[in-house]
């Protein structure tokens, strides 16, 4: 069983940064297809960015393009994603999955594995 925690939210002010970290246990994670998530209260969970095993081919919601990064160090069994010139409408818990498959999937509902999710705040 694949076990992931994330770590790195809290609050800040906008056009603040945060990195967020999510540590994989239990599986071969460098086969994992990974990506991050969140939901704002009263909303939808949404897709905000995916990281391919092999190439480390990155997509990106349009939302947060240019303002974040998703990488990942498969020797730590780690992903991540740099949060740059945060604002308000970004305020959510943020979750990480992980695809068996290995495809970057945008759809939630593809992924085989989710982590607990950091709150994350950003005051305006």
């Known amino acids: 069983q694949v076990r992931l925690v994330e770590s790195g939210g809290g609050l800040v002010q906008a056009r603040g940064s945060l990195r967020l970290s999510c540590a994989a246990s239990?599986?071969?994670?460098?086969?994992?297809?990974m990506g991050w998530f969140r939901q704002a209260p009263g909303k939808d969970r949404e897709f905000v960015a995916t990281i391919a095993p092999n190439d480390g081919g990155t997509y990106y919601a349009h939302s947060v393009r240019f303002r974040f990064t998703i990488s990942r160090d498969n020797r730590k069994d780690t992903v991540y994603l740099q949060m740059n010139d945060l604002k308000s409408e970004d305020t959510a818990v943020y979750y990480c999955?992980?695809?068996?498959?290995?495809?970057?999937?945008?759809?939630?509902?593809?992924?085989?594995?989710w982590g607990q999710g950091t709150q994350v705040t950003v005051s305006s």
């Open positions: 239990g599986g071969t994670f460098s086969k994992y297809a």
């Open positions: 999955a992980a695809d068996e498959q290995g495809v970057p999937f945008t759809i939630g509902g593809q992924y085989d594995y």
